[in-house]
Each structure stands twice: as structure tokens, then as C-alpha cells.
């Protein structure tokens, strides 16, 4: 398994941007399919991005399309989610997700795919 931390959430007005980051442990980093997902008070944790161990491959649910970026660099064993136009609706703890996949031929968007998790992020957009 892979231990991972996020940092980078904080309180922004709508329209603003954040960056969170995501540090793993571990020397297999390029191994893994790496994810963003949230949870918003009162409700399940949900899908936000991920990306596969390249970068070549990336997901996003609709929501988020064309305002967040996930990237990652495996030579420093880091994941980032770039968040831009923030709505209030994007309030929640984020918590960076992983999946191992020792054929680098896989791809999954699905929370129950991804075995390790951080302890999660708060992020706060007031209107």
C-alpha cells in the first residue's frame, strides 16, 4: 500500500482558485492510478478526478470539467488538483485516493477500486 497526505485546502470565495497536493510514500508511486474525490456535508463521498500512472489518461466528473486539473509528478511522488472558478457547490473535504496497477494498463474513476486514502482536506467556497 502507499501512504498518502494532502495539504492545500482553506476558505476561498466563489470564483477563486486552490491547489491541492497530495504526497505518497512509497518507492512504486508510478504504479498506481491516482484519485480526487469529496464529501460534501450531509452527503456520500463522490468522484472528482483522477489520472492514470502516466498523466496520459485522465478523468473528470461533469461537474468540474474545464475548471479542475489533476497532474501529477512521479518523480517527486506527488498529485495535484488544480481547482479554478470555485462554486460554493465545491465545498467539502477532498481526499486523494490510490489504486495499484502493476500492468499500467488499467484505468478506474470507480471509489471502490482505490484500496489507500488520505486523511482529507477541507476546502470552503462562500458565495
Known amino acids: 500500500q502507499v501512504q498518502l497526505v494532502e495539504s492545500g485546502g482553506g476558505l476561498v470565495q466563489a470564483g477563486g482558485s486552490l491547489r491541492l497536493s497530495c504526497a505518497a510514500s512509497?518507492?512504486?508511486?508510478?504504479?498506481?492510478?491516482m484519485g480526487w474525490f469529496r464529501q460534501a456535508p450531509g452527503k456520500e463521498r463522490e468522484f472528482v478526478a483522477a489520472?492514470?500512472?502516466?498523466?496520459?489518461?485522465?478523468g473528470y466528473t461533469d461537474s468540474v470539467k474545464g475548471r479542475f486539473t489533476i497532474s501529477r509528478d512521479n518523480a517527486k511522488n506527488m498529485v495535484y488538483l488544480e481547482m479554478n472558478s470555485l462554486k460554493p457547490e465545491d465545498t467539502g473535504i477532498y481526499y486523494c485516493?490510490?489504486?495499484?496497477?502493476?500492468?499500467?494498463?488499467?484505468?478506474?474513476?470507480?471509489?471502490?477500486?482505490?484500496?489507500?486514502w488520505g486523511q482529507g482536506t477541507q476546502v470552503t467556497v462562500s458565495a
Open positions: 485516493g490510490a489504486r495499484r496497477d502493476d500492468t499500467r494498463l488499467f484505468f478506474t474513476t470507480k471509489e471502490q477500486e482505490f484500496a489507500s
Open positions: 489520472i492514470n500512472w502516466s498523466g496520459s489518461i485522465t
Open positions: 512509497g518507492r512504486t508511486f508510478s504504479s498506481f492510478i
